[in-house]
């Protein structure tokens, strides 16, 4: 249930607060009973023992109602009457509210208090310690790992679809990729990660002439003089097959071929020509941008990301699959190499603080800024009753300890007075 202060209440545990609120105030009330019952029964009589109990009863009765003044004062007007300075809690919260948010700032979130708390809590090593435990590197990646998956399916495709078509494209319109471009395509050709896709590509090619002999033929043919018999065109165009199929199978076979060797260049003077030429690179950044206002590749990065989550998410989720797996394994390692060296676990909580720092120095003041506002929407009765309910039963002590801290200060005035002349 939602309470007065838009907190939640427990019925149960409110109705066991009031009960004990209500037996100690009458354990409170009892006591000034008695003393008002003693003192009554012993006025008059102010020599020997019971004019000490008659002093003290006498004093038992004013710290009592001293006490339960100040103690209902916090709450409530007492007896109803405009006293000045009381009903505290409903008059003044606001102001209250302003001191414990000022309080808070002062005592908790300056730096240094922030800094020597988190060195002194080390961070780190608790954290390595508990990751190094059996089973706990599983459940920390476990419960990572499931929420990474949910996070990814709650995202709405529209909104991804969104940033990509207004951030991600327009941004790579803007951004030079032909020195990129260049410099990547310089290294591929040094590692030869090209070699895959030249023989792919010439794989497809003979594939094609193969399955595709008589359409090949026939655009040889189409292009003979008209002049020339049918048999010779027919002849040639075999011949030509033939030799074409023969070729990239040389070229194919022959990691050294003049070919290769020749598109090698071409490839490297293109990535130097992307790095170093205005004009290549004018050429290059067009093509890009023709590319990238195309339609499709919008849909084709959506394709891509559906893709990537799918996969994603099927690797998140499966509980003995290898990417929990790896991620266990290396949050065991990384606890063990933290806890076997102490330099780097100091380092770890010096970043810890410098974030803590951050986020306290930048949301700091709106974090503290919640207390004064939280209490300024209260209702004021309500916030009185809430917070007696809450403390009352422990505040009636100070009618007890009133009660009888009095009654001695009483007996100790009346034998102070006897043994003045």
């Known amino acids: 249930m939602s309470g007065p202060l838009g907190l939640m209440v427990d019925p149960a545990l409110d109705a066991q607060r009031r009960h004990d609120l209500r037996r100690m105030r009458m354990v409170a009330t009892g006591l000034l009973v008695l003393a008002a019952i003693v003192y009554l029964l012993t006025r008059g009589q102010e020599q020997g023992l019971v004019g000490f109990v008659n002093a003290g009863a006498e004093a038992s009765m004013v710290g009592a109602c001293a006490d339960w003044f100040a103690v209902t004062a916090l709450f409530r007007r007492p007896l109803g009457l405009p006293i000045p300075h009381t009903a505290l809690i409903p008059r003044k919260k606001e102001m209250i509210g302003r001191s414990l948010e000022e ?59 969104a940033v990509i078509e207004q951030a991600v494209l327009p941004r790579l319109k803007r951004e030079p990729v032909s020195a990129l471009a260049g410099g990547l395509l310089d290294q591929v050709v040094r590692d030869d990660a090209h070699r895959g896709l030249v023989d792919l590509t010439l794989d497809e090619g003979r594939a094609w002439l193969v399955d595709n002999e008589d359409l090949f033929e026939s655009l040889i043919v189409q292009r003979a003089p008209i002049w020339v018999p049918a048999a ?82 099927a690797a998140l989720e499966d509980a003995d699959g290898p990417v929990r797996a790896r991620g266990a394994r290396e949050v065991v390692a990384l606890s063990a190499r933290l806890l076997a060296d102490r330099e780097l676990r100091d380092r770890f909580d010096a970043r810890i603080c410098d974030t803590v720092v951050y986020a306290v120095d930048r949301y700091g003041r709106e974090l503290t800024q919640v207390i004064s506002h939280t209490i300024e929407r209260w209702d004021g009765k309500e916030t009185a009753e809430r917070v007696e309910l809450q403390v009352g039963r422990d505040l009636q002590f100070i009618r007890i300890n009133g009660t009888l801290v009095g009654g001695l200060i009483g007996m100790l005035i009346h034998a102070f007075s006897l043994l003045i002349p």
């Open 103 to 161: 309080f808070v700032s002062e005592n908790f979130m300056r730096e240094d208090v922030i800094r020597d708390r988190v060195l002194d809590a080390e961070p780190t090593r608790r954290i390595a310690e508990w990751a190094s435990q059996p089973g706990h590197a599983k459940r920390l990646v476990d419960e990572v790992a499931s929420v990474t998956a949910h996070a990814l399916q709650r995202i709405p495709d529209a909104d991804v679809q």
């Open 232 to 313: 010779v065109n027919d002849l040639v165009a075999r011949r030509i097959h033939t030799e074409a199929l023969k070729w990239l199978a040389d070229i194919r076979s022959d990691p050294h071929h003049s070919v290769r060797i020749a598109l090698d260049k071409l490839l490297t003077d293109l990535a130097d020509n992307l790095q170093h030429d205005p004009v290549t690179q004018e050429k290059a950044e067009r093509l890009k941008e023709r590319l990238l206002s195309h339609p499709q590749v919008s849909a084709t990065a959506m394709s891509l990301w559906v893709s990537f989550r799918g996969v994603a998410v």
